[in-house]
Nanobody, 116 residues
């Protein structure tokens, strides 16, 4: 299983970015897999950003509620994270994860840097 994130970059405070995570699993598996986004800032612990179940139910970390939206496209084996109203404190490496057969898989991460 490979998870490949993309879409990170440098953005000014108040701006937007959309992250993508492509999962290299058969579509029949992807559509039943819960997916999530986590982030880790410099010197900080990894924290929950958002999760989405196979049925589309979502959950968000308190610091991103109302600003970030997680979604999935089962036809493309991809989960997205739309980030708006970005703040400097959102600067971190963002990781995609998936829970498959009682194992947790992680992507390599994509850097998001928000300048003030």
């Amino acid at each position: 299983v490979q998870l490949v994130e993309s879409g990170g970059g440098l953005v000014q405070a108040g701006g937007s970015l959309r992250l993508s995570c492509l999962a290299s699993v058969p579509g029949s598996i992807f559509r039943i897999v819960p997916m999530g986004w986590y982030r880790q800032g410099a010197g900080k612990q990894r924290e929950l950003v958002a999760t989405i179940t196979s049925g589309g139910s979502t959950n968000y970390g308190d610091s991103v509620k109302g600003r970030f939206t997680i979604s999935r496209d089962n036809a493309k084996n991809t989960v997205y994270l739309q980030m708006t109203s970005l703040k400097p404190e959102d600067t971190a490496v963002y990781y995609c994860n998936a829970g498959i057969n009682s194992r947790i898989y992680w992507g390599q991460g994509t850097q998001v840097t928000v300048s003030s």
